[in-house]
Every structure is written in structure tokens, then in C-alpha cells.
């Protein structure tokens, strides 16, 4: 595969263009990798900071108490926006529900393990757990396994 980058002076022109033969799991990956950089949000932190924080660096979104809050290494911030809302505005940079109050990065999961009951586990590349319930494992595992994936939905 080549490789190239070309300097240019306009930032407001600078964009990434793909050009492959098919479209496979490998090139879907370069995808949401390179729309995830750069893409930042902001948040309350628990001390009552504002701060800014990338998207990339979110590993899962949870809904509780009627709040969401975005799950980073390093900081927990309180988000205004809904569950749902989050899950429907990144679902095409890799972010898919995992359960009713998780929306989870795909970018960042290390591994799937089964649980009891039809359920798995998310391990995730910072070595939390989330639950992967029943209504969203089969829909997670073709994500992830690349099963009945449209590729238009890139």
C-alpha cells in the first residue's frame, strides 16, 4: 500500500482521501481512525472544571442518574447530551451501544468474554469491564466480526 502526505498551506482544505480497491476491515479501520482524530468535546469534571477532551480518548459513554458521562484514562467528565444522542452522533466513528446506559469505543476494546445468561463482557484496553447485555450482543459481535456489515455505513 503506498503511502503519501502532501503539505499544504489552508488548514480549512486539509482532508484525507482513501483510494482502494475494495473496502475491508482494514480500510474501515483507517476510516474511523482518521474521523475519530482531532473531533473534541467538552465537560464538566468532578471538580467543577470545564475542560476539552478528544473523542478518541473516550472509552465509553454511561447514562446515569439521568446524567451521561464520558469515560477517558485519565478523567470522568459529565457530558450534555443524551445516551442515545451520542450513540447516534458517533456510531460511524466506531461507537456502538453495548447496553441501555453504555455506549462503548470500539477502538478501545481489547477483548470480548462470554458472561452468564447470553452475555458478555467488554474488556477494555484500560482493563475496565463493561456488561454487553443480550439485546446488544449479536448486533456488537457482526460489528465486530464484520458479519452483515452494509459498507455503505462507513
Known amino acids: 500500500m503506498q503511502v503519501?502526505?502532501?503539505?499544504?498551506?489552508?488548514?480549512e482544505k486539509e482532508q484525507v482521501i482513501i483510494e482502494c480497491v475494495e473496502i475491508t476491515?482494514?480500510?474501515k479501520d483507517i476510516y474511523s481512525y482518521v474521523q475519530n482524530k482531532g473531533t473534541e468535546l467538552s465537560?464538566?469534571?468532578e471538580e467543577q472544571y470545564r475542560k476539552k477532551f478528544r473523542l478518541e480518548d473516550v472509552y465509553y459513554f454511561e447514562a446515569l442518574d439521568e446524567k451521561v458521562f464520558a469515560y477517558t484514562k485519565e478523567q470522568v467528565y459529565e457530558i450534555?447530551?443524551?445516551l442515545y444522542e451520542?450513540?447516534?452522533?458517533?456510531?460511524k466513528r466506531h461507537f456502538i451501544?453495548?447496553?441501555k446506559s453504555v455506549v462503548l469505543n470500539l477502538m478501545l476494546l481489547d477483548s470480548i468474554s462470554p458472561a452468564l445468561n447470553g452475555r458478555f463482557f467488554a474488556h477494555m484496553k484500560n482493563g475496565e469491564k463493561l456488561m454487553i447485555s443480550r439485546q446488544y450482543a449479536k448486533r456488537l459481535k457482526q460489528v465486530v466480526m464484520g458479519g452483515n456489515d452494509n459498507e455503505s455505513e462507513i
Open 4 to 11: 503519501s502526505i502532501r503539505k499544504i498551506l489552508n488548514k
Open 25 to 27: 476491515p482494514q480500510i
Open 43 to 45: 465537560g464538566m469534571t
Open 80 to 82: 450534555k447530551m443524551r
Open 86 to 91: 451520542a450513540e447516534e452522533a458517533f456510531k
Open 97 to 99: 451501544r453495548c447496553s
